[in-house]
C-alpha cells in the first residue's frame, strides 16, 4: 500500500496519482505538481489515502507544494490569455480555410506550451496552422482533436435528468456502453431518450447495469409460461424488474384473468433467449450507428500526453 492524493486537471478530467510527501493535503486544495506535459496546476479531488500498489502507474511523482496565492493569480491570470488566445486561433483557423470547430484553449501552468483542442469530422492538415500560432504566441503550440464525447466534457452543460453532466462533473473516463444496457433496464429504445448531449449513448446507462443484470436474471421474460403458486397456469405479460413483480395473464374459472405476482410465487424454466427489440428498422440502425462510434471513440484523447 502505498499513500497517494488524487489530483484533477481543468481541461483533462482525468484523476493522477502522485505522492502526498509531508503535505497535508485536503479535498479541494490545489496543488503544483509535474506530469508529461510539463508543471501543472491541479484541484484535489480525494484526500490522501492508501492505495494498492498495483492500481499506481510508477514511478509516482510528488507534489511540487501546495498551490501559494501567486500561484493561484498565475492560473487566473492563464485562463485571461486562455481567452485571447482562443479568439486569435479562431481568426487563424477562417485565416487558412479549415473545416474545424475549436473547442478551448489551454496554457499549461509554466506557459512552457499552448494546447488547442478542436473536433473535426476528418483528418485536418494543420500544419500551416501551427506554424502560424507559433509565431504569435513564441512557445510550443499542440493543437489535438478530440471527439463529441470530450466536447461535452469541456464545456459542460444539464442532462435530461436535470443535473450537471456526469462526464464534466465527477466522470474521470469514459465507460463503453452499448444498446443492450438501455433493454436490460426496460428503457425506450428511441434514440433521442437515451442519447446524451453529445449524442452519444448516455454515459449513466453504465451505473446500474450490474444491479439491472442481477435482477433481471431473476425474472421470466415476455411470453414464458409459469405457474404460480396458488395452482393457476399462465402466460408472463410483463415484469417490473426494482420490485420483482410480475403481471400473468392466467386461466381462472374458464376466463382470462391478468394478475400480479412476486417472482418468489411464480415456477418457471427461464428462456435463454433475446428479445425482439421493440423499434423500427429506421431507429435500430441509428440506434446501432451511435453503439459503433461510442465504441470507436469511447477512449478521451484529452489526458493523452
Do not use: W
Amino acid at each position: 500500500m502505498t499513500k497517494v492524493v488524487g489530483v484533477r486537471f481543468r481541461v483533462a478530467g482525468k484523476i493522477y496519482f502522485f505522492n502526498p510527501l509531508k503535505y497535508h493535503i485536503k479535498r479541494g486544495d490545489h496543488v503544483i505538481v509535474e506530469t508529461a506535459r510539463g508543471v501543472e496546476y491541479g484541484t484535489v479531488v480525494s484526500g490522501v489515502r492508501e492505495v494498492p500498489d498495483e492500481k499506481i502507474t510508477q514511478p509516482l511523482k510528488p507534489v511540487i507544494r501546495i498551490a501559494t496565492k501567486e500561484d493561484d493569480k498565475h492560473e487566473a491570470d492563464n485562463k485571461e490569455k486562455e481567452k485571447d488566445a482562443f479568439q486569435i486561433c479562431l481568426k487563424k483557423i477562417a485565416k487558412h480555410g479549415l473545416q474545424m470547430k475549436l473547442i478551448e484553449a489551454e496554457y499549461t501552468f509554466d506557459n512552457n506550451k499552448l494546447l488547442f483542442y478542436f473536433t473535426a469530422d476528418g483528418r485536418i492538415d494543420f500544419r500551416e496552422l501551427v506554424k502560424d500560432l507559433a509565431s504569435v504566441f513564441r512557445t510550443r503550440i499542440e493543437l489535438r482533436q478530440i471527439g463529441v464525447r470530450d466536447e461535452t466534457k469541456i464545456l459542460g452543460g444539464i442532462g435530461i435528468c436535470g443535473r450537471a453532466l456526469c462526464c464534466h462533473s465527477y466522470l474521470s473516463e469514459f465507460a463503453p456502453v452499448s444498446i443492450r444496457m438501455a433493454k436490460e433496464q426496460n428503457l425506450s429504445l428511441n434514440p433521442t431518450k437515451i442519447s446524451g448531449v453529445c449524442g452519444r449513448l448516455m454515459c449513466c446507462l453504465k451505473n446500474e447495469e450490474e444491479t439491472y443484470e442481477y435482477l433481471n436474471k431473476k425474472l421470466p421474460n415476455i411470453g414464458d409460461s409459469v405457474s404460480t403458486f396458488d395452482g393457476l397456469k399462465g402466460e408472463v405479460q410483463s415484469v417490473n424488474v426494482l420490485r420483482q413483480l410480475v403481471k400473468v395473464l392466467v386461466d381462472a374459472d374458464d376466463e382470462k384473468e391478468l394478475r400480479e405476482y412476486k417472482v418468489q410465487e411464480l415456477k418457471f424454466r427461464r428462456r435463454n433467449k433475446k428479445d425482439k427489440m421493440n423499434v423500427s428498422e429506421k431507429e435500430l440502425k441509428e440506434l446501432e450507428k451511435l453503439e459503433k462510434e461510442d465504441l470507436q471513440g469511447g477512449k478521451s484523447k484529452l489526458d493523452e500526453g
